[in-house]
């Protein structure tokens, strides 16, 4: 590959990963209107729970009860 193509390559690089963050920004927008979110760090669990506001270990502590909730939910309609 010669130096003119090697340029062209990494151009055509770079301008990819922009589109793939700015599609990844997009998302997390979209996914932060849906969920309401009003400050960080927030965590959404399955969809339907949304943890945030209080200190971080205490909101892990909370999360990790709510996890186990959603997965026995999700056993108990198998």
């Known amino acids: 590959m010669g130096r003119q193509e090697g340029r062209r390559y990494q151009e055509v690089r770079r301008h990819l990963q922009v589109l793939r963050v700015n599609s990844k920004v997009s998302r997390a ?14 965590l959404a669990i399955d969809g339907k729970f949304m943890v945030g506001g209080q200190g971080f270990n205490e909101q892990l502590a909370i999360a990790d009860k709510l996890i186990v909730k959603a997965r026995s939910e999700k056993s108990g309609k198998k």
Not at 30 to 40: F, N
Request: charged share 15%; no cysteine.
């Open 29 to 42: 927008d979209q996914m932060a209107q849906a969920y309401k979110v009003q400050g960080v760090p927030a």
